[in-house]
Nanobody, 127 residues
């Protein structure tokens, strides 16, 4: 099975930056990370999980929730089977556990039909 591993979180001051990575492995022969839409979610204490960003398979169209537009950038490196989430201008409200997930297509992400999830990485932003 496909396995996702998210890492790169940490404790940073407001205004700082982090780059989260989602490393994918275990693909069936002939498949790569580019065959999946990859999404980042986050869950803050006491709050519901929310979708943060997504990158489509193939054309790499990107999507962001309004609260992170202009600050977060999602990208993928197919050679490294890794999807990144660059987070700039961090705010205390960005504090959450961040998860990456994979789906066969962007429409499946929207339907929350995520096939694979990685364990989260904690991002803590101090004011």
């Amino acid at each position: 099975d496909v396995q996702l591993q998210a890492f790169g979180g940490g404790l940073v001051q407001a205004g700082g930056s982090l780059r989260l990575s989602c490393a994918a492995s275990g693909f069936t022969s002939g498949f790569t990370v580019d065959d999946y839409a990859i999404a980042w979610f986050r869950q803050a204490p006491g709050k519901e999980r929310e979708g943060v960003s997504c990158i489509r398979r193939g054309d790499n169209t990107t999507y962001y929730t309004d609260s992170v537009k202009g600050r977060f950038t999602i990208s993928r490196d197919n050679a490294k089977s890794t999807v990144y989430l660059q987070i700039n201008s961090l705010k205390p409200e960005d504090t959450a556990v961040y998860y990456c997930a994979a789906a066969p297509s962007y429409s499946n992400v929207i339907k929350m039909n995520l096939h694979y999830w990685g364990k989260g990485t904690q991002v803590t932003v101090s004011s």
